[in-house]
């Protein structure tokens, strides 16, 4: 009984965020006062969610973790059911308790630093929202809750860089960030389809118990979609370019999320899924490659960054890409300390970021000497070695490419086809003005009357062709047209018979007949 | 079986039009008739969900049914009732309308009592549509739906092309609907000789029981593929709804946008009556689902208008949907039927939103938006959750669906689901950018004045349908229970099905 208060520590911060937004919702003036309330809340929840966990923990090392905890069935249709379960195994709750620890700090980092500032109530709304995702995604006795997790704190983190919605680039990093992790989202739909149709279920249990007897190929599938939503949420690469961009949020959210915690998500799945990942030396290999030339990449890049926030993420890709080298090697054990302490020690160095400057009593160290010779290697690092431009050429640009073909496609062939208005050509835009003017959209121009389009034109056709009738045979001389054209048909068709009757072209009637049949 | 089961709740939901349209038009003001418009909406709502809860889920098979003679020569029925599969869609209809209601309340000023008659008519009508079970009364409310359509589309429309978008919508309706009544006809011809001595039949369950030969079911399935395709829409007869969108008035198409009726059709009448038919072109379907997800998709990511992404995004919906349906499995079809379900309540909460920014700003382009957000924080904030929701993040009703509709699709075409998987990154990227510029950034100067955030009717309507968006991601099964009886059934008689 005692184990199903575990979920508490998912929903008591939900329950705080959804009691900020019935507060935005109902008394929606905001005046300073409030801030106290709105602290008070956010602290309370995840001290409650701390405090459960801690419990937990103590029983768990007085009578050794329970380990899974089954409540009951979310929905489902077929074979696919997704139960309700909690993993409250060693790694679980001591990374929960971890994380909660953490939030707390952040929360409490977060009531003088957010001071004043006008989405102050949205942002612990968030904040709140991301504790709850996070636990979930530690927690989580099956895959499909992992993903309920993932994807609130991909939301909520798209919502936090986004949070100065007034300024452009935030709000373009912040539609990268999401944009990007959905590949990742892609990746574990597929991971968790795989791992229904392989190893029967998506409960870590469950997975666990079927490893041994999947074959390669299903564990590689099972893997491989799970490890593309790893590396996304991770950073690594070839999905690091949208991490750096993600420093645009308040510096208290990138403590939580970049520094600390949802970096480390993909790890985290990684650790759940070793025992299937112990049948896959190949994706093994790849996990640890990846891992490493993600921690060089992190640490060279690193050197070279011009403000403290970027060098420190890529400090923090570069420990992940080791964690992911660790869990490559096999040494999952190391790789969970190894994210323990990172988490903590990253979390203390973002929220200390802010004063960074006024401890040092300088400006930001220069790049390092050796760098300054290498003005190429210097420039590449600056840009990150262009993989963000990379990922925008490859998969960005065709596919915008390919949306402008379409709507020309439509425009040109479809539209006019179907013969109704181009609705772009209601002009809208200088752009779109321009676009006409030189051709590229139809003019605009149509009457209700007017037929187009192919239906339209075959029944003009056929009403021309009806008119002609009507006007050559009916109406000239009352029907004396008709009379002459039946005539003249009548004629034909005496002369047809007349050449029947005769034994050469019947023979040949009767062998056309036989071809056609036959 | 339901004690109330032999009320005539769906009679009432029809008959309520006659009655309500009498009060509206000897009504003295517009005060006066809108308020008729709600109470009826509000009456309907309540029946529709005594309804719901009366009824019985673990029975696949129709409920709630009435059988009265109409046309008896022919002999056509007046033949009402529902399943597991429809019965959803009354409550939701009539939240819909509701919604529709409210949100046109003081805006229309023009000819309310016109107005608000065809509304109420075509709220009649998609009950009708919904609950029909007799092929030629599901014909005669299929057409009649066209009546208001028109005349709402091209007396209330906002843009200058509204009567042509009409006149073409309404053409390219009735011709459609030709297939479709050579199909009911040809389906009932046939019958009488398959069943000796029974005469014609026009009855579905009737048509159900008795399949009929490979190559007429064949004949059928192209006949009704063909009459459907322009209203689900399929592409490339989807041209009329980016059209209409910019033209008609955006409450209403909120519900002919959100009301998937064309996918209704083929849920209900298509398949089922060529199951034969359906299980050798279910590939057929596949593509043509697929055509439709990417080129939506693709098409939203080039809008720059809320209303055509809307448009085009519905129809990469529709296609989501098409596939789930084609794979005929139960977590692709639960899913699908969820999905639609879940698009009319998110596709027509977005259109009410677009709706009250176009009466603010007079324009839904994002050159002429753009910094609404400051303005307009609680409109910005429901835009999103609906957004999201379409994404199919989790906690809205978008997950579930979106979830089983995958797991169907993938089981059953692998490579087509991995299309369907590349869609939702798509889903995010049109959602987003699009969202982005027109509601973040800097405000722009013109707007400033003009701008105030919703109203508390308006936000009524939004947050009611935001709420069953969150309620039912939450706790799907109060869906999937209804569903799953009948689904399992529709499902068995497809693939168990010999002439």
């Known amino acids: 009984m005692v184990d199903h208060s575990a979920w508490l520590a998912i929903f008591l911060p939900w329950g705080a965020a959804l009691t900020l937004a019935g507060e935005r919702l109902f ?107 996070m636990q979930l995604i530690v927690l989580a006795g099956n895959a499909l809750l992992v993903f309920v997790g993932w994807e609130l704190a991909g939301v909520s983190s798209f919502l936090l860089i986004g949070y100065a919605f007034e300024r452009n680039t935030a709000t373009k990093n912040a539609n990268r960030a999401l944009i990007t992790n959905r590949f990742g989202d892609a990746g574990f739909l597929f991971g968790i389809f795989a791992a229904f149709t392989w190893c029967g279920g998506v409960d870590w249990r469950q997975i666990a118990r079927a490893a041994p007897q999947v074959e390669t190929m299903g564990a590689t599938l099972v893997g491989l979609g799970f490890l593309c939503a790893a590396l996304a949420k ?114 203390w160095q973002f929220l200390h970021a802010p004063s960074l400057m006024d401890d040092l009593d300088r400006p930001a160290p220069p790049a390092p000497r050796w760098l300054t010779r290498w003005q190429r290697l210097h420039t590449a690092l600056l840009q990150r070695f262009w993989l963000e431009h990379l990922g925008d050429a490859m998969i960005v640009a065709p596919t915008m490419k390919l949306a402008a073909d379409m709507r020309l496609l439509e425009h040109r062939a479809i539209t006019p086809l179907a013969g109704l208005p181009a609705h772009a050509n209601a002009i809208s835009t200088l752009a779109q003005w321009q676009e006409q003017q030189t051709g590229a959209i139809p003019a605009s121009g149509y009457a209700v009357d007017r037929s187009t389009g192919v239906a339209g034109k075959m029944i003009q056709g056929l009403a021309s062709i009806l008119y002609s009738f009507e006007e050559n045979m009916i109406l000239k001389g009352g029907g004396a047209g008709l009379m002459e054209v039946l005539q003249l048909v009548g004629k034909r068709l005496i002369l047809i018979d007349h050449l029947l009757s005769q034994p050469r072209y019947l023979i040949l009637m009767i062998a056309l007949t036989f071809v056609i049949i036959l | 079986m339901n004690p109330m089961d032999k009320l005539p709740l769906i009679s009432l939901l029809l008959v309520m039009f006659p009655l309500s349209a009498l009060f509206i038009w000897r009504a003295r003001n517009s005060c006066q008739i809108r308020r008729i418009a709600l109470i009826t909406v509000i009456l309907e709502l309540l029946v529709s969900l005594i309804i719901l809860l009366g009824f019985d889920a673990r029975v696949p098979g129709f409920q709630w049914v009435e059988t009265h003679a109409w046309i ?32 046109s309340w003081n805006r229309v000023t023009t000819m309310p009592r016109l107005y608000y008659t065809l509304l109420l008519l075509l709220k009649t009508v998609t009950y009708g549509i919904f609950s029909a079970l007799d092929t030629i009364l599901f014909f005669f409310f299929w057409e009649l739906a066209l009546i208001p359509v028109y005349f709402l589309v091209s007396l209330w429309g906002v843009g200058p092309h509204r009567r042509y978008a009409a006149v073409q919508y309404t053409l390219l309706m009735i011709a459609s609907g030709i297939p479709m009544l050579m199909a009911f006809v040809l389906l009932a011809v046939d ?56 033209e008609g008035p955006v409450v209403v198409l909120a519900i002919m946008t959100g009301l998937k009726l064309g996918a209704y059709a083929i849920l209900r009448f298509l398949i089922p009556l060529a ?3 359906m ?68 596709t027509s909460g977005l259109f009410f939103l677009t709706g009250f920014i176009q009466h603010r700003t007079q324009s839904t382009e994002a050159v002429n938006l753009g910094g609404l957000a400051r303005r307009m924080p609680m409109l910005t904030a429901l835009y999103l959750l609906l957004g999201l929701a379409s994404m199919g993040i989790p906690g809205t009703s978008g997950f579930p669906a979106e979830f089983l509709l995958l797991m169907g699709i993938l089981d059953a075409h692998t490579g087509v689901g991995l299309a369907a998987l590349a869609t939702m990154i798509l889903g995010a990227g049109y959602f987003l950018n699009l969202f982005r510029k027109c509601f973040f950034g800097p405000a722009l100067s013109e707007t400033d004045g003009i701008l105030e955030d919703l109203t508390k009717r308006e936000l009524g309507v939004v947050l009611t349908l935001a709420s069953v968006v969150i309620l039912l991601g939450i706790f799907p099964h109060l869906l999937l229970d209804q569903l799953s009886a009948t689904a399992a059934s529709w499902l068995q008689h497809i693939q168990t099905n010999q002439p």
């Open chain 1, 234 to 347: 991770s950073g690594q690469i070839p999905f690091s370019s949208w991490i750096a961009r993600a420093m645009d949020g308040p510096t208290p959210s990138s403590a939580i999320f970049y520094g600390s915690l949802m970096v480390h998500a993909g790890v985290i799945l990684t650790l759940r899924l070793e025992p299937m990942l112990q049948q896959t030396p190949s994706l093994l290999t790849a996990i640890a490659a990846i891992g490493f030339v993600t921690a060089l990449y992190g640490w060279i890049t690193a050197q070279g960054q011009s403000d403290v926030k970027s060098s420190l993420i890529f400090a923090t890709i570069s420990q992940i890409g080791l964690m992911f080298l660790w869990c490559g090697l096999g040494w999952f054990t190391l790789a969970a300390w190894h994210l323990g302490l990172h988490a903590s020690f990253r979390a």
């Open chain 1, 27 to 133: 008394h929606p003036v905001w005046h300073e006062a409030k801030e106290k309330t709105v602290g008070k809340i956010s602290f309370a929840a995840t001290l409650g969610a701390l405090l459960v966990l801690l419990l937990l923990d103590v029983k768990a090392v007085l009578f050794g973790p329970s380990g899974a905890l089954h409540s009951g069935e979310w929905f489902g249709a077929g074979t696919y059911t997704v139960p309700l379960g909690l993993m409250l195994d060693g790694l679980g709750l001591s990374l929960a308790t971890l994380m909660a620890w953490i939030s707390l700090l952040t929360i409490r980092f977060s009531i003088p630093y957010m001071h004043r500032e006008s989405g102050f109530l949205r942002f612990f709304m968030i904040l709140n929202l991301f504790i709850g995702a």
């Open chain 2, 279 to 346: 299980r050798e072109y279910h590939w057929l379907l596949t593509g043509l689902g697929t055509a439709g997800l990417l080129y939506g998709a693709f098409l939203a990511l080039s809008q720059t208008n809320l209303l055509t992404l809307l448009a085009y995004a519905s129809i990469s919906h529709v296609g989501l949907v098409l596939l789930g349906l084609a794979a005929m499995n139960l977590s692709g079809l639960q899913g699908a039927i969820f999905q639609l379900i879940n698009f009319s309540l998110i």
């Open chain 2, 72 to 103: 008896p020569s022919i002999p056509i029925f007046y033949r009402v009732g529902v399943d597991g599969l429809s019965v959803w869609f009354l409550p939701l209809n009539a939240l819909l309308f509701l919604g529709t209601i409210l949100s």
């Open chain 2, 275 to 277: 199951p034969l038919a």
């Open chain 2, 191 to 246: 019958h009488a000789h398959l069943v000796h001595g029974q005469g014609l039949t026009f009855s579905l369950p009737d048509l159900l029981a008795t399949p009929a030969s490979k190559p007429f079911q064949t004949l059928l399935f192209f006949l009704l593929l063909a009459s459907l395709a322009p209203k689900l829409p399929m592409v490339p007869l989807h041209v009329w709804l980016p059209t209409m969108a910019r």
